[in-house]
């Protein structure tokens, strides 16, 4: 699920932080900057893990603050194909399964990719699988576990795919009816032991 | 800003929480100087991990144990992060578990799951 990574980035300290020692002012700018943040074709930075260099401070004319290149090193969220997660549900739509590991919200189970063969029930507004005539149902905020596919890095749209959307009548990318999404995991549950995790205690019990 | 090296190494949960903790996420959010997301993040580790979690030298132990297995290094952390109980839930963790082990080994890989990564001072429950 994570991995350690090292990054290389010119940090700026304001002058009124220029009191302050160097690894406080610098890791509070380097907090700011990458903590909960998705660095494209990265994952998503967890926290800090340490700094391994800070450079010497360099001034520009007309900037009161001091920048430094510093090097440090960043837990990242970053799954890879084939790893299993357990996460619950958050959300259903006919899109499919919406998982929420806690810190991380945008994974997706498409239909696709649920076990065969599965069924979106309008009134429940829930999935559900039918398996040797049972129904299960997959329950919201109930643990599942999923196995990764893929993971895709969205690049920001620019203002001219915006533009072209709202002219072209579907949901601009950016705004509340479809958010953006920087990284998107996407999982399939349709294997031994994938699914929702009460599915399988139940099976033990019953044997 | 530039991606020196984009993975160092694959970290477990276990680990993940030694960092978060030492960065203050358990705390209260008042008090703690970590970011709310580090707190989130924490709690929701947490709480996957069944309320506690092993430091570097427990793991070392169950990493040296399982040496004689032949595992990858990423279906070593799946084991530590998922600390499966059955054969199902081995099966999701090891790649191909059927033809590379026998059901003798896959018996003592739960064993040994059980007994470095299950056992907690506090839960006396036992997995039947």
């Known amino acids: 699920m994570f991995i350690l990574s090292q990054l290389e980035d010119n940090v700026r300290i304001a002058p009124q932080d220029l009191g302050k020692p160097a690894e406080l002012a610098i890791s509070a700018a380097l907090e700011k900057a990458f903590l909960d943040r998705v660095v494209p074709n990265l994952g998503l930075v967890v926290t800090l893990h340490d700094i391994l260099s800070i450079g010497d401070g360099c001034v520009y004319p007309s900037d009161g603050g001091a920048h430094y290149k510093v090097s440090f090193r960043v837990i990242v969220f970053r799954p890879f194909s084939g790893e299993l997660l357990v996460g619950k549900v958050l959300k259903m739509t006919r899109d499919g399964v919406y998982v929420d590991l806690g810190f991380f919200q945008d994974i997706l189970i498409a239909p696709g990719d649920m076990p065969e063969p599965s069924y979106w029930k309008e009134d429940d507004k829930a999935w559900l699988w039918r398996m040797e005539g049972q129904d299960l149902f997959f329950e919201q905020g109930m643990p599942l576990r999923v196995k990764v596919q893929s993971v895709d890095f969205n690049a920001v749209p620019t203002l001219s795919q915006q533009q072209e959307q709202a002219d072209g009548g579907e949901a601009v990318v950016g705004s509340k009816s479809r958010p953006f999404v920087p990284m998107e995991v996407k999982g399939r549950a349709d294997g031994d032991g994938l699914g929702m995790v009460h599915w399988y205690v139940a099976d033990d019990e019953m044997e | ?128």
């Open chain 2, 1 to 128: 800003m530039k991606i020196v090296e984009e993975n160092i190494g694959l970290l477990s949960n276990d680990e993940v929480l030694a960092v978060l903790k030492d960065r203050e996420a358990d705390k209260q959010p008042v008090i703690s100087r970590a970011a709310p997301s580090e707190i989130q993040a924490y709690t929701a580790l947490l709480q996957q991990s069944g309320g506690s979690f092993r430091d570097r030298q427990q793991l070392q132990t169950f990493i040296d144990c399982l040496k004689p297995f032949g595992l990858t290094h990423w279906e070593t952390v799946h084991l530590i992060n998922h600390r499966p109980a059955s054969l199902v839930e081995v099966d999701l963790c090891i790649e191909d578990c059927e033809t590379r082990f026998d059901d003798e080994q896959i018996e003592q890989l739960l064993t040994l799951v059980q007994e470095h990564l299950r056992n907690q001072p506090d839960s006396g429950e036992q997995a039947s």
